[in-house]
C-alpha cells in the first residue's frame, strides 16, 4: 500500500523558514515523480511544485525564487525548503505521487502538513 | 483567479446527474491531457479521472469525464449523496511551464 506522511509544518513568523518532508513508501520511490500541492483554509487547490525522477524541477511562480524542491532516493523522502515566507504561505500543503502534467495524474495524497505563517 | 475555470457549484436530486466544466486554454487543456480529483469534506483530494477519461481502479462508472478544444467536463450520474464533495480539474500548462488548477466545484445533493 502507498503510504505518504508528511511532516514539519507549524507556526512560523513572516519572514522565516521552515523544511516539509514526506517520507514515502509502498513504492519504488526513485522511479516516480512527485509533487507538492498546497490548500489554504477555505480555499482550492494550488500547484506548488514538481520533481522528476531524473531530479529536474519545475515551480510555480507563486513560491519561484524562494521554495525548492528535491529528494533523497536513498531515503525515500521528498522535501520542500520553504523561504522568505509570506502569510500568504498559509496552507495545508499535500505530498502526492506523481507528476500534474503526466498522463496518469497525481494520486495517492498525503494527509498534509499545515504551515501556518503568522507574527 | 484560477487559469482553469469551473463553475462554484452545481447542484441536483439523488439519482440525478451533474456535469462540470472545466474551461483552459491551448496551452493546458487544448495539449495536455486532463485529471480531476474529488475532495470529500474534511479529506485529502483523490483521482477520480486521469487521461480525460480514464477511471483509475475502484472508482465507480457512475464518475465519466471528456475532453474537447481547450474544454473539459466531468459527469456524475446516479447521483448519490456521498457524492457531496468539491471537485477540481487539473492539467499542465505547457506556456507557465507548470501544473494549474480549476477553482473547484461544490457538488450539493439536494
Known amino acids: 500500500e502507498v503510504q505518504l506522511l508528511e511532516s514539519g509544518g507549524g507556526l512560523v513568523q513572516p519572514g522565516g523558514s521552515l523544511r516539509l518532508s514526506c517520507a514515502a513508501s509502498?513504492?519504488?520511490?526513485?522511479?516516480?515523480?512527485m509533487t507538492w500541492v498546497r490548500q489554504a483554509p477555505g480555499k482550492g487547490l494550488e500547484w506548488v511544485a514538481s520533481i522528476g525522477e531524473s531530479g529536474d524541477t519545475y515551480n510555480a511562480d507563486s513560491v519561484k525564487g524562494r521554495f525548492t524542491i528535491s529528494r533523497d532516493n536513498s531515503k525515500d523522502t521528498l522535501f520542500l525548503h520553504m523561504h522568505s515566507l509570506g502569510v500568504e504561505d498559509t496552507a495545508l500543503y499535500y505530498c502526492v505521487k506523481g507528476g500534474i502534467g503526466r498522463v496518469q495524474g497525481i494520486d495517492p495524497w498525503g494527509q498534509g502538513t499545515l504551515v501556518t505563517v503568522s507574527s | 483567479q484560477s487559469v482553469l475555470t469551473q463553475p462554484p457549484s452545481v447542484s441536483a436530486a439523488p439519482g440525478q446527474k451533474v456535469t462540470i466544466s472545466c474551461s483552459g486554454a491551448s496551452s493546458n487543456i487544448g495539449s495536455k491531457t486532463v485529471s480531476w480529483y474529488q475532495q470529500l469534506p474534511g479529506t485529502a483530494p483523490r483521482l477520480l479521472i486521469y487521461d480525460n477519461n480514464k477511471r483509475p481502479s475502484g472508482i465507480p462508472d457512475r464518475f465519466s469525464g471528456s475532453k474537447s478544444g481547450t474544454s473539459a467536463t466531468l459527469d456524475i450520474t446516479g447521483l448519490q449523496t456521498g457524492d457531496e464533495a468539491d471537485y477540481y480539474c487539473?492539467?499542465?500548462?505547457?506556456?507557465?511551464?507548470?501544473?494549474?488548477f480549476g477553482g473547484g466545484t461544490k457538488v450539493t445533493v439536494l
Open positions: 487539473g492539467a499542465w500548462d505547457i506556456r507557465l511551464n507548470g501544473g494549474v
Open positions: 509502498g513504492f519504488t520511490f526513485s522511479s516516480v515523480a
